[in-house]
């Protein structure tokens, strides 16, 4: 596998010697061997990082949006014409099957395009006064540096979403990376100091930086007054602490955190469509992501039915390397990843639960690797097991009788990102979706949740952005500007 990460780091022109040079160590969840190792920065190299950052900011917010928008066309070039080999590093790092982590690259190409022309969006207005000869106009100035922490499960796209609006507004972005995902964005950025090389605009060496280093030493960026804004995804665990830090000093962040998504299949549901969308949902990325499906509510009439469909499914899914065309999953990211899922499947089981699937396969004799078979469990009821995010292909199936109760279960979970219902009842799909519904960010009708990603981070609930032209506005501020001409 190295010899492969040589070949894609000698064809994107990398430096070799330098990931290959540090005491933090990148092992491939596709076959557990180390593919690289990165300089671990330490505390007082972070916050050097954030005062060069800091000067890089004050010459960057000098540069006219058109320049800006320029350089971010530049990077989308290099990208695409890069696109396969960042495919295979998310494969070798991530272990999400190919056709999946090309289309992330994909996305991220179109939301490089789609940033660039958010030039034309970012305006203030001017208001009319009660007083003669008085002008009051909003003028939006960037904040400063911006630290972006993004987690393995969205190694690309995430930082795309945040930092690329933190550049077009002008601002300076430094990357926190996941230490699982080390290579991939080392790769990024090296792509990007390139398109600043070929950019007309004046762009500071440190517009972008990289920063990796441990949790502990992460809390330096969360700390410092010199960071206005931070953006991070992962854990409610993770966000709470890192909340608790920008708070303190009346900072700004913007977190997408949160999971455990749920299903609710009524008696009216299509059961083949149902079970098609509910295992797409479950296994995509081996359940390791925000938008992965954890939880189903089915009713008593279908359940047998449905339950069935679903373990056949189930069984029948193709564990194999990702690289194999017709792999529909990958490896669990690592050792703890899946420690973590026998250790809820065993908890599952002492409250009642019946597990089918769910046990490690051995794929190409790979000692290291942590393939697993997709499980279903049945529970009988809805237990603080249930209620606990699990980054892994496990779903949970519940019986229902009264669909208020079910309803009343997908909002158990205060941090359900999206909910889907499955249902050709009007009035079901009326009340799902209504103000006494669910209170996910997103409610979907007849449709699974993966794929939805790009609407759980521009939602306009936890990280307060949308899908319109204002998503830059977080990553600015607002100034009022009063002028009395009447001299």
Not at 360 to 372: F, W
Not at 447 to 474: E, H, I, L, Q
Request: charged share 20%.
């Amino acid at each position: 596998m190295f010899n492969r990460v040589a070949e894609i780091v000698k064809r994107l022109n990398l430096d070799l010697e330098f990931i290959s040079s540090g005491n933090c160590v990148d092992c491939s969840p596709v076959t557990g061997e180390q593919i690289a190792s990165f300089p671990l920065n330490d505390a007082d190299q972070i916050r050097a990082a954030i005062q060069r950052s800091k000067k890089a900011f004050e010459e960057w917010r000098l540069v006219p949006p058109g320049e800006r928008s320029e350089l971010l066309r530049l990077f989308s070039e290099e990208m695409r014409a890069k696109q396969e080999d960042l495919a295979e590093l998310i494969v070798i790092e991530t272990g999400k099957i190919y056709p999946t982590a090309l289309k992330e690259v994909q996305r991220s190409i179109k939301i490089c395009d789609m940033v660039a022309d958010l030039q034309h969006h970012m305006s203030g207005f001017s208001i009319p006064t009660q007083s003669r000869n008085l002008l009051v106009a909003e003028v939006w100035q960037p904040v400063g540096p911006v630290v972006v922490i993004t987690s393995f499960n969205f190694p690309l796209r995430v930082w795309m979403l945040n930092a690329l609006i933190a550049l077009i507004c002008g601002n300076s972005v430094i990357w926190r990376p996941s230490r699982k995902a080390t290579l991939t964005a080392f790769a990024i950025n090296s792509l990007l100091r390139r398109a600043k090389a070929r950019s007309s605009a004046n762009c500071p060496e440190y517009l972008s930086q990289i920063v990796i280093c441990n949790h502990e030493d992460a809390v330096v960026m969360a700390e410092s007054k010199d960071v206005p804004l931070l953006c991070a995804t992962g854990s409610p665990v993770m966000a709470r602490g890192l909340q608790s830090k920008v708070g303190q000093r009346l900072g700004r962040s913007i977190l997408s955190v949160g999971g455990n998504n749920a299903a609710i299949v009524t008696p009216s549901a299509d059961i083949a469509f149902s079970v098609d969308q509910l295992l797409h949902s479950a296994i995509a990325d081996a359940g390791q992501r925000c938008t992965s499906l954890h939880r189903v509510f089915c009713h008593s009439s279908i359940y047998d039915a449905l339950v069935g469909h679903l373990k056949m499914a189930f069984n029948s899914v193709y564990v194999s390397s990702p690289f194999e065309r017709q792999s529909q999953i990958g490896p669990l990211i690592d050792k703890a990843a899946f420690d973590n899922m026998r250790l809820s499947l065993d908890q599952a089981k002492l409250e009642g639960g019946i597990i089918s699937g769910g046990h490690r396969m051995n794929i190409g004799l790979y000692e290291k690797a942590y393939y697993v078979q997709p499980a279903v469990v049945e529970m009988p009821y809805q237990t603080e097991t249930v209620k606990t995010e699990l980054l892994a292909p496990v779903l949970y199936v519940m019986r229902y009788d009264d669909f208020k109760q079910a309803v009343a279960g997908v909002n158990a979970f205060s941090q359900t990102l999206l909910s889907c219902i499955f249902s050709n009842d009007l009035k079901e799909v009326g009340y799902f979706s209504s103000m006494d519904g669910v209170q996910s960010e997103v409610a979907i009708v007849n449709a699974g949740t993966v794929g939805y990603d790009m609407a759980a981070m521009f939602m306009t609930g936890k990280d307060n952005r949308s899908f319109t032209s204002d998503a830059w506005r977080p990553f600015m501020q607002s100034k009022t500007c009063l002028t009395n001409y009447n001299f």
